[in-house]
Antibody
Framework: QVQLQESGPGLVKPSETLSLICNVS????????WSWIRQPAGKGLEWIGRIYTSGTTNYSPSLKSRLTLSVDTSKNQFSLKLTSVTAADTAVYYCVRGYYYGSGSALDSWGQGTLVTVSS | DIQMTQSPSSLSASVGDRITFTCRAS??????VNWYQQKPGKAPKLLIYAATTLQSGVPSRFSGSGSGTDFTLTITSLQPEDFATYFC??????????FGQGTKLEIK
């Protein structure tokens, strides 16, 4: 069974870059896409972006100017970089596996999440 | 953007109850709705996809229905482990997913 694990700094200063890595184990990265979702404390879920193993990406329009996703299939990992962070970027960040069932899609495997706080 | 509105935002129920959650989309999205369960401090878990299809391993007391703009998630005979927050999500505009704000199910 696939497992996902986020890693990265828990504290980032305002205006700096938030960097996270997701390690994927127990399964192939092929045939799926790999997403990041975040959740501010006590709030709902926000889709950040996704990447395929080919490197093709899709980004949330609200984050597109600050966001870069990348993938390294040789290491079975994908990563997120979000620049110029503010307190509004404070959240639990999840890495997530997505798949298509016919013409629809769903997010079926989630990492445990990592809290990133933006503060000086 | 498609908005997903869940109601109520919270509800109380007892073990053994039958409970229904509602999710409404701001425009028709066919059956492109998924439901997730999230327990405190944990990641969401996929329960139902394509509005009605039970994800592998999910107990049969969970069921989903709906099409177009109105969707429901039903739990028959609530179990203690079902007390959690439930989110709907639309995949009509994949990859630009949007989620409902969640319904928190609490023990009465």
């Amino acid at each position: 069974q696939v497992q996902l694990q986020e890693s990265g700094p828990g504290l980032v200063k305002p205006s700096e870059t938030l960097s996270l890595i997701c390690n994927v184990s127990g399964g192939s990265m092929s045939s799926y896409y790999w997403s990041w979702i975040r959740q501010p404390a006590g709030k709902g879920l926000e889709w950040i972006g996704r990447i395929y193993t080919s490197g093709t990406t899709n980004y949330s329009p609200s984050l597109k100017s600050r966001l870069t996703l990348s993938v390294d299939t040789s290491k079975n990992q994908f990563s997120l970089k979000l620049t110029s962070v503010t307190a509004a970027d404070t959240a639990v960040y999840y890495c997530v596996r997505g798949y298509y069932y016919g013409s629809g899609s769903a997010l079926d495997s989630w990492g445990q999440g990592t809290l990133v706080t933006v503060s000086s | 953007d498609i908005q997903m509105t869940q109601s109520p935002s919270s509800l109380s129920a007892s073990v053994g109850d039958r409970i229904t959650f509602t999710c409404r989309a701001s425009q028709s999205i066919s059956n492109y709705v998924n439901w997730y369960q999230q327990k405190p401090g944990k990641a969401p878990k996929l329960l139902i996809y394509a509005a009605t299809t039970l994800q592998s391993g999910v107990p049969s007391r969970f069921s989903g229905s709906g099409s177009g703009t109105d969707f429901t998630l039903t739990i028959t005979s609530l179990q203690p482990e079902d007390f959690a927050t439930y989110f709907c999500q639309q995949s009509y505009t994949t990859p630009l997913y949007t989620f409902g704000q969640g319904t928190k199910l609490e023990i009465k």
